[in-house]
């Protein structure tokens, strides 16, 4: 997720990755943590949401090159984006309008997993879960748990055609393991890795023993049924 540190890539660039369009108009905008998470290292992106339909969102991305401590600092054309910020152990998200005037800056919240947290699988070596609301059907292992899916919001009224959803250990502090279903803002290269299933991709930022217990699991129950009532 990545603009290099220090400089800013699209200014670098020139012209806008995968659409085409000149940065002869961006502005200096400034995004930094909410908070109480100012120094935390993440990675950071700024996804545009009001790109034509044929337009490859994932190369139309202005990203920074490695996980940053402090303020990102970028260039970035008027318009709205969804800015989003991961470290191992948070997601951080903010939907904003860039005006065309400079000295724009953004606080950007933490996701609050806790209150999102749907289903958790704890009486049952593994549990077997439907989500009435998407259709998306699935395991747990114990001790797991999982947000709420959802079809993300692409922009300008568009809705991704395949599912999304968190799966992760559900256990207290840092280092936990996590799969995301689908992620709509995920660069393999710098969050981590990723690995086909049945209905997208699974993506994690390491598999390690109990990232890949969970990924046995989860991976061949996951399935899209009829959805609603």
Not at 55 to 77: C, F, H, N, R, T
Not at 120 to 132: F, M, N, S, T, V
Request: glycine fraction near 10%; proline fraction near 9%.
């Amino acid at each position: 997720m990545k603009p290099c540190a220090g400089a800013l890539l699209a200014l670098g660039l020139g012209v806008w990755l995968g659409v085409g369009a000149a940065w002869a108009d961006a502005v200096p905008v400034t995004f930094a943590l909410e908070p109480g998470h100012e120094d935390k290292s993440v990675s950071w992106s700024a996804t545009p949401l009001d790109l034509p339909m044929d337009v490859d969102i994932i190369a139309a991305m202005i990203m920074e090159p490695g996980p940053i401590a402090g303020p990102w600092q970028v260039a970035l054309e008027p318009g709205s984006y969804l800015v989003s910020a991961f470290s191992e152990a948070d997601v951080f998200e903010l939907t904003v309008v860039v005006e065309a005037n400079a000295n724009q800056s953004y606080n950007v919240p933490a996701l609050n997993l806790t209150q999102q947290v749907a289903y958790h699988c704890k009486d049952a070596p593994i549990c077997r879960l439907q989500d009435d609301e998407t259709g998306l059907s699935f395991a747990l292992p114990q001790g797991w748990g999982a947000e709420q899916p959802y079809f993300a919001d692409l922009g300008t009224g568009e809705v991704a055609a395949e599912v999304s959803g968190v799966f992760f250990e559900d256990v207290e502090g840092d280092g936990a393991a996590v799969w995301f279903l689908n992620p709509v803002d995920w660069i393999e290269d710098d969050n981590g890795p990723c690995l086909e299933v049945p209905i997208g991709i699974l993506c994690s930022f390491e598999i390690g023993p109990a990232a890949q217990a969970g990924f046995d699991v989860i991976a061949p129950s996951l399935a899209v049924g009829p959805s609603g009532p």
